[in-house]
Each structure stands twice: as C-alpha cells, then as structure tokens.
C-alpha cells in the first residue's frame, strides 16, 4: 500500500477504511477489519453518528480483543452533528469525544474532525475544546470536514493546533473540487465555483483532502462503478483501462483519485473483503496523463 504524509505530520496509508457501515455487518467485523489491516489500511474513520454510536462500538470490540494493535493504527472520528442541528459548541464537543473514547475501547483520538459547518460556531469555543482536548491527551491531531476555505480561516483565528484535514465528497461523477479549476474564465455552468478553490486552498495550505464517497454520483447516492445502464461510457472506458493496468474496474476508479497531486487520501466505506482488495490494489497504479482526462471527459464532462 502507497503511503502518505497527512498534513505533513501524520504518515497513512493513501487509502482508509470508513466506518460507517460496520454495523451492517457487525457479524463479520473482525475480518473487514483484518482484510484491511492485511492490505495495508491502517487508518480507520469514524463519527459519533454512524449507527448512533454502534459503529465505534463494534470498532472498540475489536480493540478490546486486539490490544496489540492501537498504537500501530490511526483512529479518526468526527462530532457536530445531532439530531436537528449542528453543534461546535465546547461542552458538546469535548463531551463526543469522551463518549467516543468509550465506545471505542482507546484512551485517545488520533484524528477529530468537525463534521459539518456549524453556523452559530463561535471560534473562540471550538479553541476551548480543542486545547482542552489536546491537553488531556484525548486528542492528537484536528481537523474538518466539509468546510470551505473562509470557515477554516475563521476557526484559525483562534484555534492554535494545526487544522491538518478537510473530510470532501469527491468521485469521478462528483468532482466539482477539480471542474471548476478547469473552466476558469468562462461563463459556463461548470465555471462556477460552489467551493471556494478549495483543491488549491487545501494544497497551500498543507490540508489533506479526504474523499469520501469515492465511487458514487451526488450526496450519498448508489454507486456508479458497474452502472451500465445509467453510465455505460464511462464503464465502459473503466474497463477496458482495467484490462490494460491488470486490476478490477473499481480499482481504476480508485486510481483516478489518488493519481491527483493533491495527495488525497480515499476512504473506502466497502464491507466486502474482495472489494476492499480491489479498492487498495488502485493505489499501487500511476494512471497516465491521457488516462486520466480520458476518464474524466467519459464521465461526462468536456474540456474547455
């Protein structure tokens, strides 16, 4: 497995197993785990709210008979969602990360993210938060997810750790992040930017963007990879490069994220040990220049 500097301090894997779906599947957690533990992801991905709560549970059942194994692995996880609002306030998130420390079976956080923008955030408490967090030991490194460039200045106005992550919906179909970096200086609708130049920002700025739904079009939708019906081109153009690089379709779907120089890290939410090896066997491909922008124009999009 191809490995990575996360916001030049943390060293990954270029692909991390998201947790959401473990519950799904809590009867074969132990070999989802294993299957990506062999395959080199030692990176796990998490929130307070995935399964309320179950899918660190199941996580910590894990570490619980594996204690060999924490400090050889990387725990993330996210808070900031409840059930109707968003909430950055200091008591709400140093009290997820207790309860995530619970649920989890470990001591610390490697990683805490704040999962959506919360529009009454006062930076001043966040700041709190993260100090406190920081020196308790229950948290190591911070991050974001889903922030544009202004609300990630704002929290630096009064947060002193460095902001290394920024969580963002990125796949071959959802890939606004580089589409608008391509039509600059056009008045086309793939021109404008919903973002904020956030690739570039995120680049300068030595934040690690991590993609989440990988291999799926809009805002948790079914999965693209193997859709002949609705993307027969693109699947298409994803086999026949399958055949030339020697892998599976979806390995070159995973290919065309991390081929980008931006240094992504890809978080694959499969419960399926074949496809997780399939996933991972992508970040041992370079996909050529042409390849690249063959599979991006397949899905869709043109070039200025």
């Known amino acids: 497995m191809k490995r990575m500097l996360i916001g030049n301090c943390i060293d990954a894997p270029a692909i991390s197993m998201g947790c959401m779906r473990i519950k799904n599947a809590e009867k074969d957690a132990d070999k989802i785990i294993g299957t990506a533990l062999e395959c080199g992801i030692d990176y796990f991905d998490h929130a307070d709210i995935y399964g309320d709560g179950q899918c660190e549970e199941i996580f910590g059942k894990y570490l619980k008979n594996h204690k060999d194994i924490r400090d050889k692995i990387t725990i993330q996880t996210k808070c900031g969602i409840r059930k109707g609002f968003f909430d950055f306030s200091k008591e709400h998130i140093i009290d997820s990360v207790s309860q995530s420390l619970k649920r989890l079976n470990t001591e610390?956080?490697?990683?805490?993210?704040?999962?959506?923008?919360?529009?009454?955030?006062?930076?001043?408490?966040?700041?709190?938060?993260?100090?406190?967090?920081?020196?308790?030991?229950?948290?190591?490194?911070?991050?974001?997810?889903?922030?544009?460039?202004m609300q990630i200045e704002l929290l630096k106005t009064e947060v002193e750790q460095p902001l290394v992550i920024n969580q963002l919906q990125l796949s071959i179909l959802e890939s606004g992040?580089?589409?608008?970096?391509?039509?600059?200086?056009?008045?086309?609708?793939?021109?404008?930017?919903?973002?904020?130049?956030?690739?570039?920002?995120?680049?300068?700025?030595?934040?690690?963007?991590?993609?989440?739904?990988?291999?799926?079009?809009?805002?948790?939708?079914?999965?693209?990879?193997?859709?002949?019906?609705?993307?027969?081109?693109?699947?298409?153009?994803?086999?026949?490069?399958?055949?030339?690089?020697?892998?599976?379709?979806?390995?070159?779907?995973?290919?065309?994220?991390?081929?980008?120089?931006?240094?992504?890290?890809?978080?694959?939410?499969?419960?399926?040990?074949?496809?997780?090896?399939?996933?991972?066997?992508?970040?041992?491909?370079?996909?050529?220049?042409?390849?690249?922008?063959?599979?991006?124009?397949?899905?869709?999009?043109?070039?200025p």
């Open 177 to 303: 992040l580089v589409t608008s970096g391509l039509n600059v200086n056009m008045k086309n609708d793939e021109s404008f930017m919903h973002d904020g130049s956030l690739l570039e920002y995120s680049r300068i700025k030595g934040m690690t963007i991590q993609a989440w739904s990988p291999f799926q079009q809009g805002f948790i939708k079914n999965p693209f990879v193997g859709d002949y019906d609705n993307y027969p081109g693109l699947n298409k153009t994803l086999d026949e490069l399958a055949e030339k690089y020697k892998v599976q379709t979806i390995s070159i779907a995973a290919a065309w994220i991390l081929r980008h120089p931006a240094k992504i890290q890809l978080i694959s939410g499969s419960m399926n040990p074949d496809r997780i090896r399939a996933i991972c066997a992508g970040a041992d491909i370079s996909l050529s220049r042409e390849d690249w922008y063959l599979i991006y124009r397949q899905a869709g999009f043109k070039l």
């Open 108 to 149: 610390y956080i490697d990683v805490l993210l704040l999962h959506r923008p919360d529009s009454l955030m006062e930076p001043e408490e966040v700041a709190e938060a993260f100090s406190f967090l920081e020196k308790e030991g229950m948290v190591r490194h911070f991050g974001v997810s889903n922030h544009n460039p």
